[in-house]
C-alpha cells in the first residue's frame, strides 16, 4: 500500500513539473515575440538596411529630378512646335522614359526622409549650375521657334542636357551606394549616350 502510494506521488510530481516547464516556456515564447526590447527593434530597422544610402545617392536623386522635369518640358514643346517626325519620335521617347524616373527618384527621397525638388512654374527653373540645364531665357527662346529652326535648336540643347545627365550619372555610378540608384544610372548613361548619338545624326554630324 505504501509502495502503491509513493508511486503515485512520484508520477504527480512528475506531472507538475512537466506542467509547470510547460507553462515556462510559453511565457518565454510570448516575451520574445510579443514584449518590447531586442526582437521588435530588428524588424523595424529592417527598411532602414534595404535602403541603404549616401550622400552621393540623396545628390542624385535630387538633382536628376528638375534635371529630367526639364527634359520632359523640352519634349513637350517638340509636339507641337517640331516638323521632323524623327525629333518628335525621339521627343516621346524622352518623355516616357524619364517621367516614371522623376516618380521612382521622388519616392527614394521620400523613403529617405529628404525633402522632393519643387516644381518651378512655366519656364522658370532652379538648378542652372547642375550640367547641361537650360536657363530660363534659353527655354523661352525655345518655347518660340517652330518648323525646322526649332528642331535644330532642339536637338542641340537636348544634346547638351543629355551629356549634363550622363556626367551626373557618372558621379552616381562611382559614388553612389543605393543599388537601385546605380543601377538608373547606368540605364542613363546608356540610353542617353544612344539619343545623342542619334541627335548628332539628325544634325548631320553622325
Given at each position: 500500500?505504501?509502495?502503491h502510494?509513493?508511486?503515485?506521488?512520484?508520477s504527480?510530481?512528475?506531472?507538475t513539473?512537466?506542467?509547470?516547464?510547460?507553462?515556462?516556456?510559453?511565457?518565454?515564447?510570448?516575451?520574445?515575440s510579443?514584449g518590447?526590447?531586442e526582437?521588435?527593434s530588428p524588424?523595424?530597422s529592417?527598411?532602414?538596411?534595404?535602403?541603404?544610402?549616401?550622400?552621393?545617392d540623396?545628390?542624385?536623386?535630387?538633382g536628376m529630378?528638375?534635371?529630367?522635369?526639364q527634359?520632359v518640358?523640352?519634349a513637350?514643346?517638340?509636339?507641337?512646335?517640331a516638323?521632323s517626325?524623327e525629333v518628335k519620335?525621339?521627343?516621346s521617347?524622352?518623355?516616357?522614359?524619364?517621367?516614371?524616373?522623376?516618380?521612382t527618384?521622388?519616392?527614394w527621397?521620400?523613403a529617405?526622409?529628404?525633402?522632393v525638388p519643387?516644381?518651378?512654374?512655366g519656364m522658370?527653373?532652379?538648378?542652372?549650375?547642375?550640367?547641361g540645364m537650360?536657363?530660363?531665357?534659353?527655354?523661352?527662346?525655345?518655347e518660340?521657334?517652330?518648323g525646322k529652326?526649332?528642331d535644330t535648336?532642339?536637338?542641340?540643347?537636348?544634346?547638351?542636357?543629355?551629356?549634363?545627365?550622363?556626367s551626373?550619372?557618372?558621379?552616381?555610378?562611382s559614388?553612389?551606394s543605393?543599388?537601385?540608384a546605380?543601377?538608373m544610372a547606368e540605364?542613363?548613361?546608356?540610353?542617353?549616350?544612344?539619343?545623342?548619338?542619334?541627335m548628332n545624326?539628325?544634325?548631320?554630324?553622325?
Amino acid at each position: 500500500m505504501t509502495k502503491h502510494r509513493s508511486a503515485i506521488r512520484r508520477s504527480v510530481t512528475v506531472a507538475t513539473a512537466a506542467i509547470a516547464a510547460l507553462v515556462l516556456a510559453a511565457c518565454g515564447s510570448d516575451d520574445s515575440s510579443t514584449g518590447p526590447g531586442e526582437n521588435s527593434s530588428p524588424s523595424a530597422s529592417a527598411p532602414a538596411k534595404k535602403g541603404d544610402h549616401n550622400a552621393a545617392d540623396v545628390a542624385f536623386a535630387k538633382g536628376m529630378i528638375p534635371h529630367h522635369r526639364q527634359a520632359v518640358e523640352m519634349a513637350d514643346l517638340a509636339e507641337t512646335r517640331a516638323s521632323s517626325s524623327e525629333v518628335k519620335s525621339l521627343a516621346s521617347e524622352i518623355k516616357k522614359a524619364q517621367d516614371p524616373e522623376i516618380k521612382t527618384l521622388s519616392g527614394w527621397l521620400k523613403a529617405w526622409g529628404e525633402q522632393v525638388p519643387e516644381e518651378m512654374g512655366g519656364m522658370d527653373h532652379m538648378g542652372h549650375d547642375m550640367p547641361g540645364m537650360m536657363s530660363a531665357e534659353d527655354m523661352k527662346e525655345l518655347e518660340g521657334l517652330s518648323g525646322k529652326v526649332f528642331d535644330t535648336a532642339f536637338l542641340k540643347m537636348m544634346i547638351k542636357h543629355h551629356e549634363g545627365a550622363v556626367s551626373m550619372a557618372e558621379s552616381e555610378k562611382s559614388d553612389g551606394s543605393y543599388g537601385p540608384a546605380v543601377s538608373m544610372a547606368e540605364t542613363i548613361i546608356t540610353s542617353q549616350s544612344g539619343e545623342i548619338d542619334r541627335m548628332n545624326k539628325l544634325l548631320g554630324k553622325g
